[in-house]
């Protein structure tokens, strides 16, 4: 069962920050990040629901958030039901109805399993009371997700619902440049372009390719031109299906 923020600090990744969350003006993403970091910061109290398919952002919009509320120095917890698990859930909530902030993460992984909705109602309930703040996530709208519990499904639409779709090739290209500038490695439009062309789409996929190419470059102390890359890619394609995770970490 996970316990206290000490969990946190294995599961937060420094990259995923609100300045790093493409979010285009007036989209559903920019209202979802405005109102995660005002929960986050302990200036708004509405329930967010974010939802939408895998590898839209919505563990990073968890994450930023858990960084934000624990550099307000504001009690926070995470809960990963894909790890947790339907049998779980009922203990760990229990843990946390005293957070200031607490985000559930993939709630349609125990959707139909009615003692895990009930413990994820109650919590809500509680934290409502105490004055703490919820984020939920999940791959679909409360009443698409088969909930069991009309309860959870009635409390889930108290709040704010925000769709997240996932990032254009154009948005896509502007993170990798982005992430690669932070990172000290000038990667042209053309090298980027390639990426995306000739490796998997799926954005953790892509971070992870600019991450075992930055390394190439140093080990190499070379600059990542498109021959280069075009030499490394199959490297990177193998090592990075051995060591998939979750598309959704992004």
Known sequence: MLTGQQPLALRLRADQTFDSFISPPGSAAARARLLAQALASGRERTPLYLWG???CGKTHLLTAALAVAAAHGLRSAYLPLRELGANGVTGAVSAFEQFALVCVDDLDT?????????????????????????????SATPTGLGLSRPEL?????????????TLADADKRALLMRRAADQGLSLGEPVADYLLRHHSRNLHDLLATLDRLDKATLAAQRHPTLPFVRQLLGTVDVESASTATPADSA
Do not use: Q
């Not at 959707?111 to 509680?126: I, M, T």
């Not at 499904?153 to 779709?165: A, Q």
């Open 53 to 55: 398919p895998p590898a």
């Open 153 to 165: 499904k009635s409390r889930l639409g108290w709040g704010v619902s925000c769709r997240l779709e």
């Open 110 to 138: 125990v959707a139909g399993n009615e003692p895990a909705e009930l413990a994820l109602f109650h919590l809500s309930d509680r934290l409502r009371a105490s004055g703490g703040r919820i984020i939920v996530t999940g």
